[in-house]
């Protein structure tokens, strides 16, 4: 059995009279130690998918497994739970914590995914992921006085500290100049293969499809296989 | 990681305001509190240090103490079956000093009893005020209305009634006084629930206090205010955490969506709001109490810890439930929207 894989995911969006059928019926299962894309024109009900995938949202019909279990049934504090300490997040924008430094950032992570570790390993962890994704001279820095680039490498770190099963990525790239929307994806990829992680992320950039390795496409609703 | 504490080191400005608020606010509360209970004691001081008990005055005077007229016969049963019970007549009128200045007192006299002063006829014990305006002990004092003299036997501290001194006199000079055999009121200490007695109307201490004109009217006033200053201080603390929360709506939605709880959240406001209280309210104790002490003497000021105490946990009480229902947003935040938002 896959670590996540989805099933029948539809999703309907009320507006008044208004029915939009934004999901009609989604099977997808991902591979673990893969990068899988989902592309498509905007619109098309992406980041729809990867909220529910997360567990951010409910879908309207469908079912979710990860890890054996079924995240549709679970109570909003057991997925909580697993958003804390099986899953990681990285979004558009970093969203880091304005008035935490970068490793306070990352401590907190650790705390959240409720991590026993003594204090000084846990600063060792942080200091060793920061270093993987190239920050660990900003550690004392708050997330003001960082480029896009660095907060978002910061995010990615964040996103991977407490070692999540399943990364979500909602256009990390998307607020990025090409050469830094490049590293970033390879940083992504790297990591996915590394530690094992079972990465899906939302991308409308034809470019960064060459650093994944599988490729999943929107139209109307529904899934098909594509090429990168 | 105590994100609270974090938060406020980052933005100081912002948390020292609200602390300067609060700690103003309180202060004046403590303040106009002080002036509230001094005011009283000046007002009736007499009457607020007494034990706790019963005050009787006839059903025909309407609580008004002055025109009651308790006869003989009840006082003389009244005082038998209660033996510390003890029967008084306050009225307000004038004494000449030596210099043959008036001086307007509250002439108080009592049947036999440790609660008020006893003198004979001819002397008088004053209220220390007087004594601070140059009237000496073996001064001799004179009524309009006495044909003696009175000799100024002592002064005892804190006794006022309706703001003015009183002076403590022999029922029979009394009696010459206000051409009266009658006593208005009887007292009877440690009695707590009123007992009947046929054609007299029964007041506990504070609500004797009340039947006193001036006395209800200043302190409604002043405690009114206190009372406006605490729920100021209450919405303060909602607004101004409402507006922190608000700008933090995005971050908020963020950390749900990593997998904060609800309740850390909360606890992280609730840590701020307790820091902010805690240390504006000591700063301001410390204020009233230095208040307290280097008030001039003729300011009617007094505070008690005990009173300051009180406060403070209202004012902790306050802020709690403003910060808290300013709060409710963070529990509708939906991570979902924060994240669409876009950067915060
Ligand atoms: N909460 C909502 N209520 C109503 N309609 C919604 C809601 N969220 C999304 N939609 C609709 O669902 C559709 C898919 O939205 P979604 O955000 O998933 O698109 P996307 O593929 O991520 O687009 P983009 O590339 O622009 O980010 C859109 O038509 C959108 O208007
Ligand atoms: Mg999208």
């Known amino acids: 059995m896959e670590l996540f894989a989805m099933e029948g995911i539809s999703k309907t969006f009320i507006n008044g009279e208004l029915k939009e059928d934004v999901l009609k019926g989604i099977n997808l299962s991902l591979n673990v130690g893969e990068v899988t894309a989902l592309t498509g024109a905007s619109g098309s009900g992406k ?38 300490s099986e899953f990681g997040f990285v979004f558009q924008f970093a969203h880091l914590v304005p008035f935490l430094t970068v490793e306070e950032q990352l401590l907190l992570m650790l705390d959240v995914a409720e991590i026993k570790l003594k204090k000084i390993e846990k600063k060792k962890e942080v200091n060793r992921i920061l270093t993987l994704v ?7 820095s708050y997330p003001s006085s960082l480029s896009g680039g660095e907060k978002q490498r910061v995010a990615i770190a964040r996103a991977i500290i407490h070692k999540p099963k399943v990364l979500f990525a909602d256009e990390p790239t998307a607020s990025l100049d090409s ?14 293969k590394n530690y094992n992680i079972t990465t899906l992320m939302v991308t409308h950039d034809e470019e960064m499809l060459k650093y994944t390795d599988r490729v999943i496409r929107m139209v109307d609703g529904l899934v098909f296989a594509g090429s990168n | 990681m105590n994100m609270a504490w974090k938060e406020m080191k980052k933005n100081k400005a912002r948390f020292l ?26 007002n009736a001081g007499l009457i607020k240090d007494l034990p706790p008990g ?32 003890v029967a008084l007549s306050i009225q307000l009128g004038f004494i000449n000093d030596e210099s043959d200045k008036q001086r307007s007192v509250a002439f108080v006299t009592s049947t036999d009893t440790d609660l008020f002063e006893q003198v004979s006829s001819g002397e008088v014990i004053l209220d220390r005020s007087l004594e601070e305006e140059g009237i000496k002990i073996g001064d001799i004092l004179t009524n309009n209305q006495h044909h003696g003299t ?12 309706s703001h003015a001194p009183v002076a403590f006199i022999s029922t029979e000079d009394y009696q010459e006084i206000y051409r009266t055999s009658e006593m208005q009121l009887i007292f009877i200490p440690e009695l707590e629930t009123a007992q009947e007695f046929t054609g007299l109307q029964s007041y506990s201490n504070q609500e004797f206090l009340q039947t006193i004109p001036s006395y209800s009217a200043e302190q409604m006033s002043l405690n009114m205010i206190v009372w406006f200053l605490i729920v100021i201080s209450g919405m303060l603390f909602a607004i101004f955490f409402y507006m922190m929360n608000v700008q933090k709506i995005g971050l908020y939605g963020i950390l749900k969506a990593i997998g904060v709880k609800t309740s850390a959240l909360f606890r992280m406001m609730w840590t701020k709001m307790v820091v902010i209280t805690v240390i504006a309210l000591g700063i301001s104790i410390a204020g009233s109490q230095l208040f307290n002490s280097l008030a001039p003497n003729g300011m009617p000021f007094n505070l008690s810890i ?3 105490v009180q406060l403070s946990l209202i004012f902790l009480l306050i802020g709690f439930i403003g910060a808290t229902l300013s709060g409710i947003q963070i529990k509708k935040v939906e991570a979902l929207q924060a994240i669409q938002q876009g950067e915060v």
């Open chain 1, 179 to 192: 050469k830094r929307s490049i590293d970033i994806m390879v940083l992504i990829r790297d990591i996915t």
């Open chain 2, 54 to 85: 019963q005050f009787y005055m006839t059903e025909d005077a309407e609580e008004m103490y002055n025109l009651s007229k308790i006869n003989s016969e009840t006082q003389d049963a009244m005082l038998t079956s209660h033996e510390n019970a």
């Open chain 2, 17 to 42: 305001i609200l602390g300067s608020i609060v700690f103003l606010v309180s202060l004046l509360t403590f303040i106009i509190s002080g002036l509230a209970n001094g005011l009283s004691h000046d």
């Open chain 1, 47 to 84: 980041s729809t998918l990867l909220t529910i995938a997360a567990g951010l949202q409910d879908a309207t019909d469908g079912i979710i497994h990860f890890n054996g279990k079924n995240l549709t049934t679970m109570s909003s504090e057991q997925i909580r739970k697993i958003r804390a």
């Open chain 2, 306 to 308: 005990q009173t300051t």
């Open chain 2, 150 to 161: 009175f000799v100024v036997k002592g002064f005892v501290d804190q006794k006022k009634y």
């Open chain 1, 134 to 140: 190239g920050m660990d001279h900003r550690k004392s």
